[in-house]
């Protein structure tokens, strides 16, 4: 008989337990370019995803594909080292998966970072924007299907898809800090194109942001699992109708590395304060 996702999940969260000692109940998935938040952590354990069982092997450059677990601002939390993209192939149960096995090992607070793509003219490339709301527009939802209770419930809210809470903290950080923060509605599109002008222009116009190709189903999954979740997009490249700068894979990895520091400050500070 073919295993169901709940055996799936319990049979991967069984092996990363016979791995490391100490589950988190803090995660951080990290995104294109802003993989050096690993650095700043006091790693304990690093698990490289083609050795879990279950997991989906990451493909993209510049993803390293692992999960490690360590201390990073007083807080004993895991990292996602790398995320699976739906235009990689993945389908939307894969690229959640991880999350779901987070959520076993008792997780119950998700960070989520990415690069993406301005559409609010108040935005400059560097900028980070802290994800307020988001609006899903890939084809699929990842909990289309059978849906089991134990996981989350069949119809679940998305009304604070993002913690207000977390929001919070993270404004007076900002405040405390000097940092140039800015709010908005992130949106997840499949890529891997990058948009046309007009697309980035609909997507304003449908009360977007930001856009990239990511973090929506990983949010999705974490709020019907019952975690609460704080997002930033670091701000690669600007979209719109009189923008005629094409960006790039290069230009975005590049911004967002640049966006490390800032990015890595308020991560930090904020797990000191939660
Ligand atoms: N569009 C989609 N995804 C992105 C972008 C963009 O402009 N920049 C970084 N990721």
Do not use: W
């Not at 989906?56 to 510049?62: C, D, F, L, R, Y």
């Not at 999350?99 to 989520?112: A, E, I, P, Q, Y």
């Not at 690669?236 to 290069?250: N, Q, R, Y």
């Amino acid at each position: 008989m073919e295993k169901s996702l709940f055996d799936l999940i319990k049979e991967t969260e069984n092996y990363i337990k016979s791995r490391v000692e100490k589950m988190p109940e803090i995660a951080v998935i990290l995104g294109s370019g802003l993989g050096n938040l690993v650095d700043h952590m006091d790693v304990v354990a690093e698990l490289p995803y083609k050795e879990i069982p279950n997991f989906p092997i990451s493909t993209v450059a510049g993803h390293a594909g692992k999960l490690i677990f360590g201390n990073l601002g007083g807080k004993y939390i895991m990292a996602m080292q790398g995320r699976f993209h739906y235009y990689e192939g993945y389908d939307m149960k894969q690229v959640t998966f991880p999350v779901r096995v987070m959520k076993s090992l008792g997780v119950n607070t998700l960070f989520v970072s990415n690069a993406a793509g301005g559409m609010n003219k108040e935005f400059r490339v560097g900028d980070v924007m802290i994800i307020t709301d988001q609006i899903n527009l890939f084809p699929e939802n990842p909990l289309r299907g059978r849906n089991f209770e134990e996981l989350g419930p069949r119809f679940p809210s998305m009304t604070e898809a993002y913690s207000h809470e977390l929001i919070k903290k993270a404004d007076e950080i900002a405040l405390e800090e000097n940092i140039r923060i800015m709010h908005g509605v992130y949106v997840g599109t499949t890529g891997p194109t990058f948009e046309t002008p007009a697309e980035y222009e609909y997507f304003r116009i449908i009360g977007g942001d930001a856009v990239g190709m990511s973090t929506v189903p990983e949010v999705i999954v974490a709020n019907h699992s019952g975690m609460r979740c704080f997002g930033v997009s670091v701000i690669t490249d600007l979209g719109g109708k009189d923008i005629l700068i094409p960006p790039s894979h290069e230009e975005v990895t590049k911004a967002a590395e640049t966006a490390q520091p800032v990015m890595t400050k308020i991560i930090k500070k904020l797990l000191e304060r939660i």
